[in-house]
């Protein structure tokens, strides 16, 4: 589910990063790694490794997840933002690391974290399990199930466990995620709408007739219109609901851009920005 970029994304991509400084950020050879002017960053080091257990049919299952901190903690009745990130399909599976990709990537870099100052909380998917039970690749949607999946719950278990931890400030906890995890993304703000104070759904889909409880909720939402995995279709869908049930959402529609509309949208500093300043 990780497609190519269209050439207008590859250039808009380019611009964006170094309108934000980011061009100063490369790869370092290891996929755990972000290298910098500064130094390289280990993401398994800076990435704090917790567990959460939650019920599963007649028994419990146990979930690994990851924690970035931000880097003035300890400061006195201070509290951070919080950021829980839902990762797509391509990262699956339960060795807590290769979920490491993409925005948690980025925003560990030494001049992200400074920019950004805040917990980045990101769970794990098991293989071939998923966040949502929905056919990634239908046109129209489905509805949603009365329960989450065992899996998204996790996700929930990990944000209660961090939040009952660390001095999160409740009101600037932000939901994001792309392709499998876009898909997460609308299905748990609709589940928990008074939890998040904004939500930033990439190249997913969700059930229209849950668009009333997300109304009043700051939304903005990224699409590729050549995407081939998931339809540019249930993101227009689901800003159309919205609107219709009275919200305001903002939509970013890519031209010619396929399933990777998540790295213009991460790498802008205008939506960052724009998810940060969002409060409850």
């Known amino acids: 589910m990780h497609g190519a970029w269209g050439r207008s994304g590859l250039v808009a991509a380019a611009l964006l990063a170094a309108a934000c400084g980011s061009a100063r950020i490369t790869f370092a050879g290891r996929e755990g790694d972000v290298q910098t ?26 979930f690994r997840y990851r924690l970035l901190k931000p ?15 839902l990762h797509g399909a391509g990262e699956r599976g339960d060795d807590n690391a290769m979920h ?15 920019r950004y100052p805040c917990f980045v ?26 329960r989450a999946t065992t899996d998204l719950a996790a996700a929930v278990a990990a944000l209660d466990d961090v939040l009952t931890k660390e001095p999160v400030d409740p009101a600037r906890v932000y939901l994001t995620g792309l392709s499998m995890g876009g898909y997460g993304t609308w299905d748990l703000g609709a589940r928990m709408p008074d939890r998040f104070a904004a939500l930033l759904p990439i190249c997913g889909g969700g059930d229209e007739q849950t668009a009333a409880r ?3 909720l700051p939304i903005w939402c990224f699409h590729g219109d050549a995407d081939a995995a998931v339809p540019v279709e249930r993101s227009r869908a689901m800003i159309a609901a919205l609107r219709a049930a009275g919200g305001k959402p903002k939509y970013s529609e890519l031209p010619g851009v396929g399933h990777d509309s998540w790295t213009p949208a991460y790498r802008d500093p205008t939506v960052l920005d724009w998810l940060f300043e969002q409060s409850r």
């Open 37 to 62: 002017e500064r130094k390289t960053v280990n993401l398994t080091d800076v990435y704090e490794e917790r567990s959460v257990t939650v019920p599963e049919a007649a028994g419990t299952a146990t």
């Open 100 to 114: 490491l990709k993409f925005l948690p990537k980025w925003l560990a870099a030494p001049e992200m974290r400074e």
């Open 121 to 146: 909380l990101v769970p794990q998917c098991r293989k071939e399990r998923q966040w949502v039970d929905v056919p990634w690749a239908d046109r129209q949607s489905a509805p949603q199930a009365p």
């Open 214 to 216: 997300l109304a009043t």
């Open 71 to 85: 880097p003035g903690l300890g400061e006195a009745d201070r509290r951070w933002p919080l950021v829980l990130f």
